[in-house]
């Protein structure tokens, strides 16, 4: 049974582009979050995902946004990169909005902003 | 141990040692924490969880101990072995807010 999976593991952006990673939940699971963790930072939240809308959204601005399929993968896009966005960006799939049930963590997408 | 505070602490260890990590946490509404473990290159891994109306858990050669007048969280690790080498990160789930507050993490270094 594959747990959560992410694509791509690493990614080099040139600053002021966009960029889309994708994430696929563990089986059974409907729900998707989204975490960015910096460099020797703890991972924040950024916005969840539940029946193809975002229910929950951390302090992040709209450059951040995302969007859930049918089959429950998820994709999140960030517009007008900057240095700054450069960071492991985490997917967590869970069972139920709000729930922690079977939270899963993925290993990550790797952004490099240049 | 070290408390997380606003850098990366680290928390050396001899092999077959015991080792604490602390956490202070943020929220007095949080009523649901969990530990993780990252090793690099790879996403947060579960390791124990306690609930607020606990002050300890304990697991495999791991235990948890909550004191909700601090708001001060440790993990015990027993018997450290290299393979325990990671980051290790505190986070609290407040339930309506939907997702998880991390705290910044200990990193566990343990000498053979």
């Known amino acids: 049974d594959a747990g959560v999976t992410q694509s791509p593991t690493h990614l080099i952006k040139t600053r002021g582009q966009q960029v889309t990673l994708r994430c696929s939940p563990k089986?059974?699971?409907?729900?998707v979050s989204w975490y960015q963790q910096a460099l020797g930072q703890g991972p924040q939240f950024i916005f969840q995902y539940y029946e193809e809308e975002e229910r929950q959204r951390g302090n992040f601005p709209d450059r951040f946004s995302g969007h859930q399929f049918p089959n429950y993968s998820s994709e999140l896009n960030v517009n007008a990169l900057l240095l700054g966005d450069s960071a492991l960006y985490l997917c967590?799939?869970?069972?139920?909005?709000?729930?922690?049930?079977?939270?899963?963590f993925g290993s990550g997408t790797r952004l490099t902003v240049v | 141990g070290e408390s997380v505070g606003l850098h990366l602490p680290t928390l050396s260890v001899q092999e077959g040692d015991n080792s604490i990590i602390n956490c202070a946490y943020s929220?007095?509404?949080?009523?649901?924490f969990i530990w993780y473990k990252q090793e690099s290159g790879k996403g947060p891994q579960f390791i124990i969880d306690?609930?607020?109306?606990?002050d300890k858990r304990q697991g495999q050669r791991v235990t948890v101990l909550l004191n909700k007048t601090v708001k001060h969280l440790s993990l015990q690790i027993a018997a450290t072995q290299p393979g325990d080498s990671a980051v290790y990160f505190c986070?609290?789930?407040?339930?309506?807010?939907?997702?998880?507050?991390f705290g910044k993490g200990t990193k566990l270094s343990v000498k053979p």
């Open positions: 089986s059974g699971h409907d729900t």
């Open positions: 306690i609930r607020s109306n606990m």
């Open positions: 929220n007095s509404a949080s009523d649901y």
């Open positions: 986070a609290e789930w407040g339930g309506s807010q939907g997702n998880l507050i």
């Open positions: 967590a799939s869970s069972l139920g909005w709000g729930s922690l049930s079977g939270y899963t």
